[in-house]
């Protein structure tokens, strides 16, 4: 999982993180991603149930040669996803077109909101809440076309 993500879903409710990884998937977080995220650590990290994951040596020195659009935390995001088979869960655009062009499985951060529904572990009108009020939080990356697709998808008017 990208920091954008986990930052939008802390700063909203950290509970949600809990929600997911209890009924859509086990979250994986890189321990530099960690440490670019304020809200959290890594005690938070265990009672949330993200799984933290301390890079390899050869992973990290791929991720700081590449060059290109990608920071260093996004290029071992992306690195890391590829490795592992594990679906990498971004707003970040860039890193988006990235994992495409290398075949990694993409969600955006909302998405993960309405599989939560989809799987039952989130009453729609939570769910609508929480996306509105993501989108408040971080509306640069949240935009309305994302709102309406999740609603859409979810049913909700």
Known sequence: MDANILIDFCE???????LICH???QVYLTTPIL???KD?????CIELGIILVEPELDQVILAAE???PLSFQDNLCLIIAKQYGWTCVTNDKPLRRMCETEGVP???GIELICILVES?????D????AILEIQKLNPRYITETIVKNAFKRLGIK
Do not use: R
């Open 40 to 44: 959290i650590d890594e005690n938070d």
């Open 120 to 124: 039952g572990g989130l009453p729609e």
């Open 23 to 25: 009924n859509v998937g």
């Open 12 to 18: 909203y409710d950290k509970t949600i993180i809990k």
């Open 35 to 37: 440490s670019e995220i």
């Open 126 to 129: 939570q769910a609508a809440d």
């Open 106 to 108: 993409l969600f955006w």
């Open 66 to 68: 590449k060059k290109g």
